[in-house]
């Protein structure tokens, strides 16, 4: 006796039906610049980067080789220019110098900065708007329009001919700039990191010291690097207040070498590449900070 369900088995099976492959998206437009030749873009940096680095192999040949020679290549190389210009030019007083403003400045400016630019970034006040905006239009202001002003304020001062009076300067040039890249640094903290510190038992200047100022080391390197690298590089304050040459600074020095009659270029290239040393060395070991630190303190503020 067939049951119905022998029946049923004994049934055939219908195939499966296949599968439908899905549609296939539409290959993507290749953009504009994926299609121009390679040669197209390293061709107009490598001309960029002849022009960057002729002038520096120009100065290094006219450092490094002997007086009177006119070969494209520094051999033999000779150390003559920088010891006259360290030695019988005072430019290791220079320098001397211009490491003790660049420091000095670098400090100065910002604690300052950093004061102002936690005031403005967690406090509110009436005048806050138009602060801000007499920082930012002061941007605008050249430095030589300064100079008659200051230098009537350090002579009732009695600080003309001291190094202290470019410091003061240097710092208060710079103070605007770097106090609004504070603030706009600080604005990326937390509010509630410091409002947790309060309630453990820290009160607002321990708190800032013990939470917010361990953040803030890359907006406080950017602003002290380029406090130091203006003061470092600036002419116009180091040529109006020090009239003594034990009292000048390097670019002070670097217009010495230059007189009406003749100019002694392997003297004038050693001092140009003493000037520069120093900030290239800064450079290459706070970049990665000086990025990171301009970036955060330019998205707010």
Known sequence: MITKDAEISDAPVAPAPEAEEPPRRPKKRQRAWDEVPRWQIYLPLSIYLLFTIVPFYWIL??????????????WPITFDHFEKVWTER?????????VLVG???????????????????????????????ALLCSQFVPGALLLVPLFQIFAELRMINSLGSVIIAETVFQLPLSMIL??????????????????????????????VLPLLRP????????????SWNHFLFALMFLSNQDKQT????????LSADSVDLGALAAGGIIAAVPVVIVFAFIQKWLITGFSAGAVKG
């Open 250 to 257: 390097i670019p002070v020095g670097l217009n010495t070498l």
């Open 61 to 74: 040949l006219f450092a490094l080789r002997p007086a009177g020679s006119t070969s494209l290549v520094p």
């Open 219 to 230: 907006g406080l390197i950017a602003v002290g690097s380029f406090a130091f690298v203006h």
């Open 182 to 211: 504070i603030s706009g640094f600080i604005r990326n903290v937390p509010y509630s990191l410091e409002e947790a510190a309060w309630v453990d038992g820290c009160n607002r200047f321990s708190g800032f010291r013990v939470v």
């Open 103 to 133: 420091v000095a400045t670098l400090f100065m400016t910002t604690i300052v900065a950093l004061a102002g630019g936690y005031a403005l970034a967690r406090f509110n006040f009436r005048i806050k708007r138009a602060f801000m905006l």
């Open 90 to 98: 005072a430019f290791g007083t220079y320098f001397q110098n211009s």
